[in-house]
């Protein structure tokens, strides 16, 4: 059977708008089915679960291996190979993109989401969701004048095939912790939060196939949230901006049937209404996403076909999620006591980890450029 | 004009090849060895009126733009 007619539809402008509305159900579902609210799928969120089961970092609220993650890179990997275009690569910059990674998990958690949640959180009535996606609007704007300005991390280079299933091994490995919850010794077991958002989430298989879905058809669309602005802003290419607009327009549609959508600012689910902070946070993941050429979602699916530098963009979210709640880095939500709000926000530890971050992207976008 | 893109990640070859486009430079080869970037630029050119032939060679693909 011939794959070419599927994959000439996935590359077209209504595969993409698919793609949108498939992920944006699906998200909505998975609220549905256990994942906390507003956070059906938030690479950010769940790859900081996975630094916490891992013992990463001790917060017992944030602590679960999300099969997601999971089936994302696995999605991919097999995706890549049906379609011929599992390519080993590597050697644009690893440490670069690794300090990408890392600083990109800090400003995201500040906001408390990646773009997929910041999305998500809008079609749940979310209102604090627009000062993020402003923020984030602003870092790729920022990362866009670099990028006209010469700025790239330099080529990568094909690399032995086994390489390139480094990644994808990996989350097979955590597919295995997850489901022996092996304990290796009095105080080393793999944690699992009993309250909080790391308790919440739909069962195993119907996550791990939800995410093997999205690895489907991200891989064959090459959806990006973080692209979506970018390719509007450089080339005033709409292509994947479609696709979002779909996500954020299914799954609002889904959460009003299930009735999951409650507009409003304060105390949203694991939110908080710190505007500043939330708009800084995001200024910073989006610049960083920009500098190393993919949102959190597709950094993953690179990852599974073979990228092993986006490989070590993921390594460095999930380093930095372990320093962002070991340091107190993170958002706090809003706590609601007898119908009274306490906005919540970042430590000032948080507030000079984002502005270092901010410089710290600045500083590589200034100086890793080319003549062109 | 040939630009080689081979290796350089998303959208480094949709900017390189923009330029060209911008400076007159047509005909072009674009040399890129991911189907992504062969995708992309591919409709970069598309969208900006150019006829796109595509060649592939091994690993790689060879993009020849032209008015």
Known sequence: MSVKPVSNFLASKWGLVSTGVVIGIIAAFLQKLGNPANMGICVACFERDIAGALGLHRVAVVQYIRPEIIGFVLGSMITAFIFRDFKARHGSAPIVRFILGAFAMIGALAFLGCPWRAMLRLAGGDINAVIGIIGLIIGIAVGDQFLKYGYNLGRSYKTYNVAGFVMPAIMAGFLLLLIFAPKFGENAPIFFSEKGPGSMHAPLMISLAAGLIIGFIAQRTRFCTMGSIRDVLLVGDLHLMRGVIALIVSAFITNLILGQFHVGIAGQPIAHSNYLWNLLGMVLAGLAFVLAGGCPGRQLILSGEGDCDAAVFVLGMITGAAFSHNFGLAGSPDKIVDGAVTVGGISQFGMVAVITGIVVCLIIGFTMREKI | ?67
């Open chain 2, 1 to 67: 004009m040939i630009i080689d893109a081979c290796g350089l990640s998303c959208p480094q070859p949709v900017i390189l090849t923009m330029n060209a486009i911008k400076e007159n430079k047509l005909p072009l080869e674009v040399l890129v060895d991911t189907n992504t970037a062969c995708e992309n630029v591919q409709r970069l050119g598309e969208n900006k009126g150019c006829k796109v032939k595509i060649e592939r060679l091994g690993d790689q693909f060879k993009l020849i733009l032209s008015r």
